[in-house]
């Protein structure tokens, strides 16, 4: 079987939602790395580096640098870990989650512009078909 064909549609699909997205969420003054973790975080309880690098798939050396920026903005806070003092827990300050409510409808509405073109039907088996592939790629 040639899988060729489906991986080159993989990559393009890709790169062709990264070509739409990462304008919107630069004109908004972040990267989009940062976008990712304040996403990830709003709305949220505090969470470990470990959990939130599976959260948001950024590597671990990524995700330093990216949480300092953050940090030094006033976006997000470190602490402690209650539970466990080797680690420490990040969560938005005020500052963070009041970003994240003006960022992230912002950004799905943007997304929509794309996605409400696709029909249920389709929505629901290019998702059938990504999980699928995750599953096939992470066993």
Not at 9 to 21: G, H, I, K, N, P
Not at 62 to 75: D, F, P, Q, Y
């Amino acid at each position: 079987m040639n899988f060729l064909p489906s991986l080159r549609s993989l990559v393009s699909a890709y790169q062709a939602f990264e070509r739409y997205s990462a304008p919107d969420v630069k004109a908004m003054g972040l990267t989009t790395t940062q976008f990712d973790v304040i996403a990830t975080l709003g709305n949220q309880p505090p969470m470990t580096c470990k959990e939130l690098g599976e959260k948001t798939l950024v590597t671990k050396g990524t995700l330093t640098g990216v949480l300092e920026r953050l940090e030094a903005k006033g976006i997000l806070e470190r602490k402690l870990n209650p539970e466990d003092a080797r680690s420490q827990m990040i969560g938005l300050t005020v500052i963070g989650q009041s970003l994240f409510e003006k960022v992230f409808p912002a950004h799905l509405q943007h997304l929509a512009k794309a996605f409400n073109q696709l029909d249920e039907q389709e929505l629901v088996a290019i998702e059938k078909s990504l999980q699928s592939l995750n599953r096939i790629f992470t066993n």
